[in-house]
């Protein structure tokens, strides 16, 4: 088990190929869900600074507030609502680039301007979401959809 990851201060696709790697050897091996998933926000946010990284674990109709870095969170999050609770039910990464614009989202810190939300899948079924937000209107885009649905399927795969 890694115990510190290096930052890489290139593009976003290399901050993210410097990233991925080292995530994997950072959970691998490693049994515990809440540990991984809390090693996983934090390397997250220490690479891209984003203001909020964390995750929702499915608990029957609901979204459970998980591992996370950042301000205080929404706690429960009903399926079908806001834009975590939206990627639950159409099993589905959403960019949204103005969560103000977004039907339904739920305001968890009026400094929210965007988020990705990208679904974890163990066994066919969503059992949680990654849910990222940043301060800056637009600051999510397909590299971030592409790389965090990679990660979001090793930890499906390998964490669940």
């Given at each position: ?9 290139g593009t976003k696709t290399e901050k993210y190929e410097t990233l991925l790697p080292q995530v994997r050897a950072l959970v691998e091996g490693e049994p515990n869900l809440i540990a991984n998933l809390a090693n996983t926000a934090s390397a997250i946010r220490m690479t891209f600074g984003f203001f909020w990284v ?107």
């Amino acid at each position: 088990m890694a115990e510190t990851i290096a930052l890489s201060t290139g593009t976003k696709t290399e901050k993210y190929e410097t990233l991925l790697p080292q995530v994997r050897a950072l959970v691998e091996g490693e049994p515990n869900l809440i540990a991984n998933l809390a090693n996983t926000a934090s390397a997250i946010r220490m690479t891209f600074g984003f203001f909020w990284v964390g995750f929702y674990l499915v608990e029957g109709e609901e979204l459970v507030l998980g591992p996370f870095q950042g301000t205080i969170a929404c706690t429960r999050i009903a399926k079908g609502k806001g834009v975590c609770g939206t990627s639950w039910s159409t099993a589905e990464t959403l960019v949204v680039p103005d969560v103000d614009a977004f039907p339904g989202h739920i305001a968890c810190s009026s400094e929210s301007r965007s988020e990705i939300v990208v679904p974890i899948l163990a066994n066919g079924k969503v059992v949680a979401v990654l849910d990222v937000d940043s301060t800056a209107l637009a600051d999510f885009d397909e590299t971030d959809a592409h790389y965090l649905n990679q990660l979001c399927q090793w930890l499906g795969s390998h964490c669940f």
